[in-house]
C-alpha cells in the first residue's frame, strides 16, 4: 500500500499568513493526488485533484503543487474561514489512502 | 444541486451484520462510480469501497475484504454498504462519496460527499 506523510501534523498561524503543507508518498503516484478541507463535524471537501487543479468554486487563494511522491498545498492568504483539517489523498493505485492530516489551528 | 444521503448505521454488537445506504439526488447517479469512505472518532479518513458506475468493478480495502460488499441499484438511485461479521475496529462515521474522472478514464475523485452515518460495534 502506498503511504503518505503529511507535515506539519499541526500548524498555528494567522490570518493573512501563507501557508504550506506537504504530503510525500511513500512511491510515485504521478499526478494522481487530491487535497481535501475538513471542518469539525462536517464532511470532507475536495479542494484540489490531479495534484493542482483547482476544484470549482474554491477560492483562488487555495494551490497545489508536485508530482511523482512530493506535493504540497498553499494557502496564499490565511481567511477565517480556513482554520480546518488538510488531508491529502492519492489515487494512483489501490487501496487508495490517506495522509494523516493537517490541522491548521488560529495563532 | 447533488446530494448523497447515508443511513443504516447504528450500534450493532461483534459479529453482526449492517447494511448502510446512500441515497443520490441532483445527478445522474448511473454515471458516476461511488466511493464509501470512513472516519473512526478522532482520526483521520480511511478509504473503504469504490464500485464503478455500472457496478461491474468493485475494490476493497484489505481490511474488510470477504466481510463488506459494495453494490448499487440505479434504478433507485442508491448505493449500499452491506457489513457483515462487524468487529470494534469498524466503529467509524461512514460517508458515501461520488467518484469523478473528470474525463480521464483514469483516477475516481471524491468530489461530493454526505454527512456519514455512525457505526458503533460493541457488545
Known amino acids: 500500500d502506498i503511504q503518505l506523510t503529511q507535515s506539519p501534523s499541526f500548524l498555528s498561524a494567522s490570518v493573512g499568513d501563507r501557508v504550506t503543507i506537504t504530503c510525500r508518498a511513500s512511491?510515485?503516484?504521478?499526478?494522481?493526488l487530491a487535497w481535501y478541507q475538513q471542518k469539525p463535524g462536517k464532511a470532507p471537501k475536495l479542494l484540489i485533484y490531479?495534484?493542482?487543479t483547482l476544484q470549482n468554486g474554491v477560492p483562488s487563494r487555495f494551490s497545489g503543487s508536485g508530482s511523482g511522491t512530493d506535493f504540497t498545498l498553499t494557502i496564499s492568504s490565511l481567511q477565517p474561514e480556513d482554520f480546518a483539517t488538510y488531508c491529502c489523498?492519492?489515487?494512483?493505485?489501490?487501496?487508495?489512502?490517506f495522509g494523516g492530516g493537517t490541522k491548521v489551528e488560529i495563532k | 444541486q447533488v446530494q448523497l444521503v447515508e443511513s443504516g448505521g447504528g450500534v450493532v454488537q461483534p459479529g453482526r451484520s449492517l447494511r448502510l445506504s446512500c441515497a443520490a439526488s441532483?445527478?445522474?447517479?448511473?454515471?458516476?462510480?461511488m466511493h464509501w469512505v470512513r472516519q473512526a472518532p478522532g482520526k483521520g479518513l480511511e478509504w473503504v469501497a469504490v464500485?464503478?458506475?455500472?457496478?461491474?468493478?468493485?475494490v476493497y480495502v484489505d481490511s474488510v475484504k470477504g466481510r463488506f460488499t459494495i453494490s448499487r441499484d440505479n434504478s433507485k438511485n442508491t448505493l449500499y454498504l452491506q457489513m457483515n461479521s462487524l468487529r470494534p475496529e469498524d466503529t467509524a462515521l461512514y460517508y458515501c462519496?461520488?467518484?469523478?474522472?473528470?474525463?480521464?478514464?483514469?483516477?475516481?475523485?471524491?468530489?461530493?460527499w454526505g454527512q456519514g452515518t455512525l457505526v458503533t460495534v460493541s457488545s
Open positions: 490531479a495534484a493542482s
Open positions: 489523498q492519492q489515487l494512483n493505485s489501490y487501496p487508495l489512502t
Open positions: 512511491q510515485g503516484i504521478s499526478s494522481f
Open positions: 464500485i464503478s458506475y455500472d457496478g461491474s468493478i468493485n
Open positions: 462519496a461520488r467518484g469523478t474522472d473528470y474525463g480521464t478514464s483514469s483516477a475516481w475523485y471524491s468530489d461530493y
Open positions: 441532483g445527478f445522474t447517479f448511473s454515471t458516476y462510480a
